[in-house]
């Protein structure tokens, strides 16, 4: 008797709406799903691949013969994106081009800029990048 019972609770279990038992609500996509999503767009040479905001991801990719900004929203749908959106990667990227190595904790901080520490030389300093790419030293 105590089996049959096991085995009703086990089946209304499975049948009931909801979350089964050890599933998980819907995770955000990960950067190599997110890279492949992008491939299968039809594009190459998939760069600067980050999480931006509400789990979007941004990159920049090689379609049709040129270089393109790409989106890819919260349900894997693929677009072409806007290169004013700065991502951790582009933002790491502009400080190192702004001479910065050994860049940490980038975070990113009011108006969506981003904001971290670099060292420059033999000097260590706390630096900014707005959305246009533009570093400032603090």
């Known amino acids: 008797m105590e089996k049959a019972a096991g085995i009703i609770v086990l089946l209304l279990g499975l049948t ?36 931006g905001q509400s789990g979007r991801w941004f990159g920049e990719c090689q379609k049709g013969g040129k270089a393109i ?30 001479g910065c190595n050994n860049v940490s904790a980038l975070t990113r901080g009011p108006n969506d800029t981003w904001q971290g520490r670099c060292q420059k030389g033999s000097n260590t300093m706390d630096v900014a990048v707005d959305q246009q790419g533009n570093v400032v030293s603090k």
């Open 16 to 51: 009931s709406p909801g979350l089964a038992w050890g599933q998980t609500p819907k995770q955000p996509l990960t950067e190599p799903q997110a890279r492949s999503l992008v491939m299968d767009w039809g594009c190459t040479n998939v760069s600067r691949l980050s999480m």
């Open 69 to 98: 900004d790409v989106m890819i929203d919260e349900q894997g749908k693929v677009s072409e994106g806007t290169p004013s959106h700065i991502t951790a990667a582009s933002a790491r990227a502009a400080l190192m081009s702004y």
